[in-house]
């Protein structure tokens, strides 16, 4: 590969020239002589075998190929500034990646807030997530695979922040029978109904999903999959009412009333899988995490 012909100094001054309105005023905003800028651009003609600016009076103007030049070295200027930027970011001690296993029981939007405001501070590291369910979040945090995990029980040895109750209910599509129906649903009842229910992603599978005696069953491995089920009356399931708000409150889902205590609530937690190497991006995002949990509950007090 060849290296380029014109620098990314010659174009910045090309652009200044347009910008500013002539070369008398690039010259002053670049903090150079108007000799060095007007040998800038007669180099950058020369190079390319190509006439980029016009007089006009005294007014510099882009030829058609100038014009199409400009956008183009637009697109490096920019990327050279977000290469230098990059650097900054890693040199004051934010990661390049890192990685966090998210509970599907987590409510994604909330997941989504925190990560938006992590990359306003953090905009160049990038962040994978995996979505697990289950004793497939415990094997990500045993086996040291992530940065950061929301988790709901924490493996032997691990200590891990509170970070949300999830209450768990009994729901439908509006348009299920079980939905329909006046009484309260009883569990001999369900047992003759499909049930929706999310696969443990971990590798022994050990993980307990609660109440599964319907002798029919639709077993998903992604929680969008198993709300579109849901949603469309495929089933019923047991599921986090906090995950499922919005389709709730559009009618989309509802909730089934059931004969004796129903509801039971799970406790998720942040937990490092290793404190030591945690740094300061994942420790930011716990604090994110905290923050847009704490501001969600206090706007939705039964959530």
């Known amino acids: 590969m060849s290296a380029p012909k014109v620098s990314l100094e010659q174009w910045r001054i090309l652009?200044?020239?347009?910008?500013?309105?002539?070369?008398?005023?690039?010259?002053?905003?670049?903090?150079?002589?108007?000799?060095?800028?007007?040998?800038?651009?007669?180099?950058?003609?020369?190079?390319?075998?190509l006439d980029v600016l016009t007089i006009n009076g005294r007014k510099a103007e882009l030829t058609e190929a100038g014009e199409l030049l400009l956008r183009r070295s637009r697109i490096l200027l920019d990327e050279a500034e977000n290469l230098e930027a990059a650097a900054k970011s890693l040199n004051d001690g934010w990661e390049a990646?890192?990685?966090?296993?998210?509970?599907?029981?987590?409510?994604?939007?909330?997941l989504m807030a925190a990560l938006d405001r992590l990359s306003e501070e953090a905009?160049?590291?990038?962040?994978?997530?995996?979505?697990?369910?289950?004793?497939?979040?415990?094997?990500?945090?045993?086996?040291?695979?992530?940065?950061?995990?929301?988790?709901?029980?924490?493996?032997?040895?691990?200590?891990g922040v509170p970070l949300m109750d999830m209450e768990f209910a009994l729901v439908s599509g509006p348009d299920h029978p079980l939905a329909k129906q006046n009484d309260l649903v009883?569990?001999?009842?369900?047992?003759?109904?499909?049930?929706?229910?999310?696969?443990d992603s971990g590798e022994k599978r050990s993980g307990s999903g609660g109440w599964q005696k319907a002798e029919q069953r639709w077993t998903f491995s992604h929680s969008g999959t198993a709300r579109e089920a849901l949603k469309r009356g495929y089933g019923f399931s047991w599921a986090p009412?906090?995950?499922?708000?919005?389709?709730?409150?559009?009618?989309?889902?509802?909730?089934?009333?059931?004969?004796?205590t129903t509801n039971k609530r799970v406790t998720l937690?942040?937990?490092?899988?290793?404190?030591?190497?945690?740094?300061?991006?994942?420790?930011?995002?716990?604090?994110?995490?905290?923050?847009?949990?704490?501001?969600?509950?206090?706007?939705f007090m039964n959530c």
């Open 15 to 49: 652009h200044s020239i347009i910008t500013e309105g002539g070369f008398a005023q690039a010259a002053k905003k670049l903090n150079k002589s108007q000799s060095a800028v007007s040998y800038a651009v007669s180099k950058i003609q020369e190079q390319l075998g």
């Open 97 to 110: 990646t890192i990685s966090i296993a998210s509970e599907v029981l987590f409510p994604q939007h909330l």
């Open 123 to 159: 905009p160049y590291t990038r962040v994978e997530i995996i979505e697990s369910v289950m004793s497939g979040t415990e094997d990500l945090i045993v086996q040291k695979k992530v940065d950061l995990a929301i988790c709901g029980m924490q493996p032997a040895g691990y200590v």
């Open 186 to 199: 009883t569990f001999q009842q369900l047992s003759q109904y499909r049930q929706i229910v999310i696969r």
């Open 241 to 260: 009412t906090c995950s499922l708000i919005e389709e709730i409150n559009r009618g989309e889902i509802v909730r089934l009333k059931i004969e004796g």
């Open 269 to 299: 937690n942040l937990v490092y899988p290793n404190i030591d190497t945690a740094g300061p991006a994942t420790k930011r995002l716990e604090t994110l995490l905290l923050d847009v949990v704490d501001q969600h509950q206090r706007k």
